[in-house]
């Protein structure tokens, strides 16, 4: 074997690994984040070790996925379906991790972590652009499209490629979150956040509104559930970062050290059961990638890695033991 042929069997070598690392034991919890230039959702070490890290100029790479290389998504087409990956979430279903994860260009996935295969997966068309996605403990599957203005709940439990839907109108759709402790399904739009009551069957659902919530700013973008106060949301905006409380119906703005950091924010969430320190994306508007970074930013503490070469679009917590959907 050459010097040359290492390097790529390293990267496949991490690519086809058993997930079970990506939730293996470390000193804090480990960061995914979705990279555009390399077209992929990466694991990384606990926010301790990234901030820390002192070495070579490398991504600290403990798991990845790319539908550019997972077996069974050829009728998905996703050169281009896959195209600038905007999403990726970790979520237990039955004791299983799977990894959900949208594309601009049009792919929605649900990923079995321990075995890399795609448990549902659809291509919904790059003209609707979707946004995020959420599982649901019936094993449904929502979507939000930011250019599409809709919120779908698709009856993926029927099948992994199971194309059932029911739809509700949301403007700028951008963040999906199910909500375990009320039943709810929340969806944030551009200017709106929306409690959706999910009825019928799970081969024919329907989506039905039970309350809304008009944003403090414009441009709705990530939508996250407050794991320090539960029932409580993250929200972002174009100008700025709130707390939502749905027993006040009201609107708190989070204040961060650097102002400029909370506004624009692309994600955001805080560490669960550890420090309570937040984790936030925000774009540099620079490079070929105006909406993206290379830099992920924590909070309370203040630290921040530059993973240069990535064009990063969203970061958020991964691993640990989450409870069951």
Same mark, same amino acid.
Request: aromatic letters at 8%; a positive charge.
């Given at each position: 074997?050459?010097?040359?042929?290492?390097?790529? =069997?390293?990267?496949?070598?991490?690519?086809?690994?058993?997930?079970?690392?990506?939730?293996?034991?470390?000193?804090?919890?480990?960061?995914? @984040?979705?990279?555009?230039?390399?077209?992929?959702?990466?694991?990384?070490?606990?926010?301790?070790?990234?901030?820390?890290?002192?070495?070579?100029?490398? =991504? /600290?790479?403990? #798991?990845? #996925?790319?539908?550019?290389?997972? /077996?069974?998504? *050829?009728?998905?087409?996703?050169?281009?379906?896959?195209?600038?990956?905007?999403?990726?979430?970790?979520?237990?279903?039955?004791?299983? &991790?799977?990894?959900?994860?949208?594309?601009?260009?049009?792919?929605?996935?649900?990923?079995?972590?321990?075995?890399?295969?795609?448990?549902?997966?659809?291509?919904?068309?790059?003209?609707?652009?979707?946004?995020?996605?959420? =599982?649901?403990?019936?094993?449904?599957?929502?979507?939000?499209?930011?250019?599409?203005?809709?919120?779908? =709940?698709?009856?993926?439990?029927?099948?992994?490629? *199971?194309?059932?839907?029911?739809?509700? /109108?949301?403007?700028?759709?951008?963040?999906?979150?199910?909500?375990?402790?009320?039943?709810?399904?929340?969806?944030?739009?551009?200017?709106?956040?929306? *409690?959706? &009551?999910?009825?019928?069957?799970?081969?024919?659902?329907?989506?039905?509104?039970?309350?809304?919530?008009?944003?403090?700013?414009?441009?709705?973008?990530?939508?996250?559930?407050?794991?320090?106060?539960?029932?409580?949301?993250?929200?972002?905006?174009?100008?700025?970062? #709130?707390?939502?409380? /749905?027993?006040?119906?009201?609107?708190?703005?989070?204040?961060?050290?650097?102002?400029?950091?909370?506004?624009?924010?692309?994600?955001?969430?805080?560490?669960?059961? &550890?420090?309570?320190?937040?984790?936030? @994306?925000?774009?540099?508007?620079?490079?070929?990638?105006?909406?993206?970074?290379?830099?992920?930013?924590?909070?309370?503490?203040?630290?921040?890695?530059?993973?240069?070469?990535?064009?990063?679009?969203?970061?958020?917590? #991964?691993?640990?033991?989450? *409870?069951?959907?």
């Amino acid at each position: 074997m050459t010097r040359r042929t290492l390097p790529a =069997l390293c990267l496949a070598l991490l690519l086809c690994a058993p997930a079970a690392r990506a939730g293996a034991r470390s000193p804090g919890w480990q960061v995914a @984040v979705v990279d555009q230039a390399s077209r992929r959702v990466l694991v990384l070490q606990s926010a301790e070790e990234l901030m820390a890290y002192r070495g070579p100029d490398r =991504l /600290p790479v403990v #798991w990845g #996925w790319s539908a550019d290389r997972a /077996p069974g998504l *050829a009728d998905l087409d996703p050169a281009r379906s896959w195209t600038n990956p905007d999403e990726a979430k970790s979520r237990i279903r039955q004791g299983r &991790r799977y990894l959900l994860t949208t594309a601009s260009g049009g792919l929605a996935a649900v990923v079995d972590t321990a075995t890399g295969r795609v448990r549902w997966a659809a291509d919904l068309g790059a003209d609707v652009n979707p946004h995020s996605i959420e =599982l649901l403990p019936d094993g449904n599957v929502a979507v939000v499209a930011s250019s599409g203005g809709w919120v779908r =709940l698709y009856a993926a439990s029927q099948g992994r490629r *199971a194309a059932a839907f029911a739809q509700f /109108p949301l403007a700028e759709a951008h963040g999906v979150y199910w909500d375990g402790r009320t039943g709810l399904l929340w969806a944030l739009g551009g200017s709106a956040l929306t *409690a959706l &009551r999910v009825g019928g069957t799970a081969a024919a659902p329907t989506l039905t509104a039970v309350r809304s919530a008009p944003l403090p700013g414009p441009g709705g973008h990530d939508l996250a559930p407050v794991l320090a106060a539960p029932g409580r949301f993250w929200v972002s905006t174009l100008t700025g970062l #709130w707390t939502y409380d /749905p027993s006040a119906d009201g609107f708190t703005p989070v204040r961060l050290a650097d102002p400029a950091g909370e506004r624009e924010v692309k994600s955001v969430g805080d560490e669960p059961g &550890r420090t309570g320190r937040l984790l936030t @994306v925000t774009p540099e508007h620079v490079g070929p990638c105006d909406w993206c970074t290379s830099v992920i930013t924590l909070h309370r503490p203040e630290g921040a890695r530059r993973l240069r070469g990535t064009h990063l679009y969203k970061a958020r917590w #991964w691993g640990g033991p989450l *409870a069951d959907l």
